[in-house]
């Protein structure tokens, strides 16, 4: 299945899929508000407003499976976000990141591009994987790596 088939619900409970992206790199993101990495949601809207211009689209999908850090609803977390972080780049319905409950979404993305020692489970909030113009799941990124750090792979597939 074409990661852009997968079918997602937009934080205001929209279902669609991801086709819209077709042809562009995406930034795809779980999030939490509460999270202490939670302030990389800066870094993140500095690339959507640097590079979206350019095709990138950042995408953020809030889940709360690690520490109870995204407790929130849909429509506080985009509250939250808007307010805390000034986001405006695209947000989705939380959702479970890992595990049997895990969206379709994350279960391609984590079979395409395992982590450290080839393991396949998101083990925190704020893992980054970056998607290429064709779809290809090109490179995960760990919840440490700031968003800034990304920018030379990003600047790659423009």
Not at 1 to 11: A, P, Q
Not at 94 to 106: M, N, W
Not at 137 to 150: C, K, L, N
Request: proline share 6%.
């Amino acid at each position: 299945m074409s990661i852009y088939e997968i079918e997602v619900t937009d934080i205001r409970g929209n279902t669609t899929n991801l086709s819209a992206y077709r042809g562009k790199p995406m930034l795809i993101v779980n999030t939490a508000t509460l999270c202490g990495f939670a302030p990389q949601f800066n870094g993140l809207q500095q690339l959507h407003e640097r590079y979206a211009g350019e095709g990138l689209a950042v995408l953020g999908f809030p889940s709360n499976q690690f520490a109870n850090q995204e407790p929130a609803d849909n429509e506080e977390i985009l509250q939250a976000c808007e307010l805390n972080h000034g986001v405006t780049f695209p947000l989705f319905a939380k959702i479970d990141v890992k595990g049997r409950d895990a969206h379709p979404l994350f279960k391609h993305l984590t079979k395409e591009a395992p982590g450290f020692l080839g393991t396949k489970r998101i083990k925190w909030n704020f893992t980054k994987f970056l998607i290429d113009r064709s779809g290809r799941v090109v490179r995960r990124f760990s919840p440490t790596v700031v968003p800034e750090r990304i920018e030379p792979w990003i600047r790659k597939l423009l």
